[in-house]
């Protein structure tokens, strides 16, 4: 019998590690598309549209290279994952806006204030995210495992 290797402490933070760098992609996209709709737009409602374009990208890259999970129905991930990400937005935008129409200002910051303001917001929920994504969206359904062969 083959003993079961045993995840080291170093194991759980080169996975969040990994999430980092991937939400970093996510990330990107959703300051690209902000950056992309804010002629178009008020900042708080560009944000939100980025959110969801970030949202969909770290959909799809968290459960290819991070979380991946088979056994889970998709619509319950899909789910999951949406109402994680509502809290996240919630607090990107609460952050976004209060940087941008506040801490900014009153620190008369002139360099891209809309850009650093985003990106604080963005930055913010990460660590709320990984848990909850990990504990929650991602865990493997109770009772939902593969029928057995035979």
């Not at 459960?63 to 991930?77: A, H, M, V």
């Not at 809309?114 to 963005?122: S, Y």
């Not at 995210?129 to 009772?143: D, E, I, W």
Request: glycine share 8%; charged share 15%; hydrophobic share 55%.
């Amino acid at each position: 019998m083959t003993p079961v290797p045993r995840a080291s402490p170093l194991d759980g933070v080169l996975h969040f590690v990994r999430f980092l760098a991937t939400g970093g992609i996510a990330a990107g996209v959703n300051l690209l598309t902000r950056y992309l709709l804010d002629p178009f737009m008020l900042f708080e409602a560009a944000v939100m549209i980025a959110y969801v374009a970030g949202m969909a990208v770290a959909f799809v890259l968290f459960q290819k290279l991070i979380f991946g999970d088979p056994d889970t129905p998709l619509s319950r991930r899909m789910f999951r994952f949406t109402l994680v990400n509502l809290l996240g937005a919630a607090l990107a935008l609460a952050v976004s806006s209060a940087m941008a129409r506040l801490v900014l200002p009153a620190l008369d910051w002139t360099f891209r204030p809309a850009e650093i303001a985003h990106l604080v917001g963005v930055c913010v929920p990460a660590f709320s995210s990984y848990v909850l994504h990990k504990r929650y969206t991602f865990a493997p359904a109770r009772g939902l495992g593969r029928p057995s062969a035979g």
